[in-house]
């Protein structure tokens, strides 16, 4: 490497953080025909004759409990959009983006994660909240792709054919219907700044990230290909439908009929774009699945019955130790309670038994002769000492 200093810095590649730059630019050439390179070279990453819509949905039951007819619709949307880049039916592509509205611990960020990891699909997790309207302080919407590229290692095909997925979707409503002198840069800025990039287009992304500086060399990738799964609990939309259904006539022929549609409670988009997302914007997303709350058998399998269940995570800790951790019937029960009384669904689970283990995982471990750990009622509801089985 040829070193020279620029004003007493020293600048190298924001690809390969090795080769030093002579010029004020931030690619090296080795890394400009790497990123050409890759850029021709044809990728199946979706295994669309061994994954049906049907197997699709057979792995997510693995891990996510309930939410059948969430899993149906997403595993027929990644079927589809994949059997088209597969087959590079170019002209009659329109890839269906998915919001996904539900509480909070009702399995919607876990839904990306499972299918990062069990269909070799790169996923970009990202928070809306983080995001501001360019030129405005906080991060641009063009991030989210360069997260993206970060995750397939600057693979410009790879990240254009890949799925980003932007959760507290619903924190970048419209803050409010009045007309105001102000802009609304964190709220309907960022829609509108989302909506091409969420259409398809080419995207020109800083290769360091961040802000754009007219001396960068750009990394165009079209977003034409990637899927955007959104997601956001919508506190409140609730009574928004409830609003929409009262306007209705519940007197006469159509009383028996209203009163079928509020037991269904189905989210029309009239009711997003009061809530506060502009109708653009919800116009690129066709397909809106609502998650139902997690009900008491269903948190009970969360904990015991999924691949990634938390009391296997919490008896592995301990079998490392040599240690037998077991919870009785009315520990779980009592687990499951404690979550539906904080209304934090699946996610509250974790704290719960983490709070009433960290003694516990503190303690034993060090002692010697210790068989095993039996969890009860009592030990979750009042923290009281778990019953001990040592070695005779």
Same mark, same amino acid.
Do not use: W
């Given at each position: 490497?040829?070193?020279?200093?620029?004003?007493?810095?020293?600048? !190298?590649?924001?690809?390969?953080?090795?080769?030093?730059?002579?010029?004020?630019?931030?690619?090296?050439?080795?890394?400009?025909?790497?990123?050409?390179?890759?850029?021709?070279?044809?990728?199946?990453?979706?295994?669309?004759?061994?994954?049906?819509?049907?197997?699709?949905?057979?792995?997510?039951?693995? !891990?996510?409990?309930?939410?059948?007819?969430?899993?149906?619709?997403?595993?027929?949307?990644?079927?589809?959009? !994949?059997?088209?880049?597969?087959?590079?039916?170019?002209?009659?592509?329109?890839?269906?983006?998915?919001?996904?509205?539900?509480?909070?611990?009702?399995?919607?960020?876990?839904?990306?994660?499972?299918?990062?990891?069990?269909?070799?699909?790169?996923?970009?997790?990202?928070?809306?909240? *983080?995001?501001?309207?360019?030129?405005?302080?906080?991060?641009?919407?063009?991030?989210?792709?360069?997260?993206?590229?970060?995750?397939?290692?600057?693979?410009?095909?790879?990240?254009?054919?890949?799925?980003?997925?932007?959760?507290?979707?619903?924190?970048?409503?419209?803050?409010?219907?009045?007309?105001?002198?102000?802009?609304?840069?964190?709220?309907?800025?960022?829609?509108?700044?989302?909506?091409?990039?969420?259409?398809?287009?080419?995207?020109?992304?800083?290769?360091?990230?961040?802000?754009?500086?007219?001396?960068?060399?750009?990394?165009?990738?079209?977003?034409?290909?990637?899927?955007?799964?959104?997601?956001?609990?919508?506190?409140?939309?609730?009574?928004?439908?409830?609003?929409?259904?009262?306007?209705?006539?519940?007197?006469?022929?159509?009383?028996?009929?209203?009163?079928?549609?509020?037991?269904?409670?189905?989210?029309?988009?009239?009711?997003?774009?009061?809530?506060?997302?502009?109708?653009?914007?919800?116009? *690129?997303?066709?397909?809106?699945?609502?998650?139902?709350?997690?009900?008491?058998?269903?948190?009970?399998?969360?904990?015991?019955?999924?691949?990634?269940?938390?009391?296997?995570?919490?008896?592995?800790?301990?079998?490392?130790?040599?240690?037998?951790?077991?919870?009785?019937?009315?520990?779980?029960?009592?687990?499951?309670?404690?979550?539906?009384?904080?209304?934090?669904?699946?996610?509250?689970?974790?704290?719960?038994?983490?709070?009433?283990?960290?003694?516990?995982?503190?303690?034993?471990?060090?002692?010697?002769?210790?068989?095993?750990?039996?969890?009860?009622?009592?030990?979750?509801?009042?923290?009281?000492?778990?019953?001990?089985?040592?070695?005779?």
């Amino acid at each position: 490497m040829n070193k020279e200093k620029k004003n007493n810095i020293e600048i !190298y590649c924001s690809i390969c953080k090795k080769n030093k730059l002579n010029k004020n630019i931030y690619i090296c050439n080795n890394c400009k025909f790497f990123l050409k390179k890759k850029k021709n070279i044809k990728y199946n990453y979706f295994n669309i004759k061994k994954y049906k819509p049907k197997n699709i949905k057979n792995i997510l039951d693995k !891990y996510i409990i309930g939410q059948n007819n969430a899993k149906k619709i997403i595993s027929t949307t990644i079927y589809n959009h !994949y059997k088209l880049i597969n087959n590079n039916n170019k002209n009659i592509y329109n890839k269906s983006n998915i919001l996904l509205i539900g509480p909070t611990g009702s399995g919607k960020t876990l839904i990306a994660e499972i299918i990062e990891k069990k269909f070799n699909i790169p996923v970009s997790i990202t928070d809306a909240t *983080r995001f501001t309207e360019a030129g405005y302080v906080g991060e641009d919407v063009e991030n989210i792709i360069y997260n993206l590229l970060q995750k397939c290692n600057f693979n410009i095909k790879k990240t254009e054919n890949s799925i980003i997925f932007i959760d507290e979707i619903d924190k970048i409503a419209k803050k409010t219907s009045n007309i105001s002198i102000t802009r609304d840069v964190s709220g309907e800025g960022v829609q509108q700044s989302l909506l091409k990039m969420i259409e398809g287009t080419i995207t020109y992304i800083p290769p360091k990230g961040g802000r754009k500086h007219p001396q960068d060399e750009y990394i165009p990738i079209n977003t034409k290909n990637i899927l955007f799964i959104c997601s956001g609990t919508f506190n409140g939309i609730n009574k928004i439908i409830n609003k929409r259904l009262n306007n209705y006539n519940e007197i006469g022929f159509n009383a028996n009929l209203n009163l079928k549609k509020k037991k269904k409670k189905k989210i029309e988009t009239e009711d997003l774009i009061k809530f506060g997302l502009i109708p653009e914007f919800i116009g *690129r997303i066709p397909i809106i699945i609502k998650l139902e709350k997690l009900n008491k058998k269903s948190l009970l399998k969360v904990l015991t019955k999924t691949k990634n269940s938390i009391i296997k995570y919490y008896k592995f800790l301990f079998k490392l130790d040599n240690i037998n951790l077991k919870f009785t019937k009315k520990s779980l029960k009592e687990i499951v309670k404690k979550s539906i009384k904080k209304k934090t669904g699946a996610r509250g689970l974790k704290n719960i038994i983490e709070n009433n283990l960290k003694k516990i995982m503190y303690i034993y471990p060090s002692k010697k002769n210790i068989k095993e750990i039996i969890i009860n009622k009592n030990t979750i509801k009042n923290k009281k000492k778990p019953k001990i089985i040592k070695y005779k």
